[in-house]
């Protein structure tokens, strides 16, 4: 299980993080949404000791990380693509990660070949150097060294960004069966409708606040959909939302309220 509790994290005046506290609970994929710049790569980085809170804490199966022995082996984390040295193959950053964390190199290909980046040789995906990769593949590695020490609990920074149809399909099902094996799975994502499929519980902030800590079906529950319940919640606290156009008054030539045809420029003199 994943704790925080009261986490805070200031950036010069900006609060980007402030007073969060949650559980992640295993067996079930957990939704991490909030609103661009709401805080939730930073408390995914505070999870993983890779920022360190102004207050409060976080516990990975009630330790720290910094605590942990092997932590490749207890927590995969996906915190950001191209997390790699661009000179190395895929197949020697994993062989790297994997002898840090005495993690038996057999894995290596496990997760090169769960993540379909396999093969041998120098031009393979797995055999060429990885700062060579298009993002959705610098991705999927990023993936495949979150899976690579077996960790028991997952946090994924928005993992389907840069994958195509079939990678976004392919990595709902394996945060699926990841969570149904009784892993912690803890996922951000902007893709609402995307959560809608693969999430059961949501943790949704605003402002590096707690908005909401519930099930997907509760929070659906009296919108039209997952989308208009997560804009309500979100509303007073996002902190970049485009100005709205004040020409959209539906399709051209609709009339609106006012009895005007809608026509961009109509009626808009007086
Ligand atoms: N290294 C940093 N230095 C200064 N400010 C930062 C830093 N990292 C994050 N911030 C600020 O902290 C706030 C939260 O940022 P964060 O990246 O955690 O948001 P986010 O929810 O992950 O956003 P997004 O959906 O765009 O990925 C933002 O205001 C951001 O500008
Ligand atoms: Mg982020």
């Not at 990660?97 to 993540?115: K, Y």
């Not at 009784?182 to 902030?205: C, K, P, Q, W, Y």
Request: net charge positive; proline share 6%.
């Amino acid at each position: 299980m994943i704790e925080a509790r009261a986490l805070t994290k200031r950036y010069g005046s900006t609060v980007a993080v402030d007073g969060l506290s949650f559980d992640v609970r295993p067996g079930s994929v957990t939704g991490f949404l909030g609103p661009n710049g709401s805080g939730k790569s930073t408390t995914m980085r505070m999870i993983v000791g890779l920022d360190y809170p102004h207050a409060g804490q976080a516990r990975i199966g009630g330790r720290r990380y910094r605590e942990l022995r092997w932590p490749l082996r207890e927590v995969g984390a996906l915190l950001e693509a191209r997390a790699f040295h661009p000179g190395r193959s895929a197949r020697a950053h994993l062989a790297a990660l994997a002898a840090s964390n005495d993690i038996p190199a057999s894995r290596v290909d496990e997760v090169l070949g769960t993540v379909g980046l396999h093969g041998a040789g120098k031009n393979s995906a797995a055999g060429r150097r990885a700062g060579k990769f298009s993002f959705g593949m610098a991705q999927r590695l990023g993936i495949a060294a979150a899976l690579l020490g077996d960790p028991g609990v997952l946090l994924l920074d928005e993992p389907a960004n840069g994958l195509d149809p079939e990678g976004i399909r392919w990595i709902r099902q394996l945060m699926k069966s990841l969570a149904a094996e009784g892993r912690v799975v803890f996922v951000s994502s902007h893709l609402i409708s995307e959560m809608a499929n693969t999430a059961d519980r949501l943790i949704v902030i605003g402002a590096g606040k707690l908005l909401a800590d519930t099930t997907v079906a509760e929070l659906s529950a009296g919108s039209a959909s997952l989308e208009d319940a997560f804009l309500d919640l979100t509303m007073g606290s996002a902190e970049f939302r485009a100005t709205p156009d004040t020409r959209d008054d539906g399709p051209p030539g609709a009339p609106r309220s006012d009895g005007y045809p809608s026509y961009p420029g109509a009626g808009r003199s007086s």
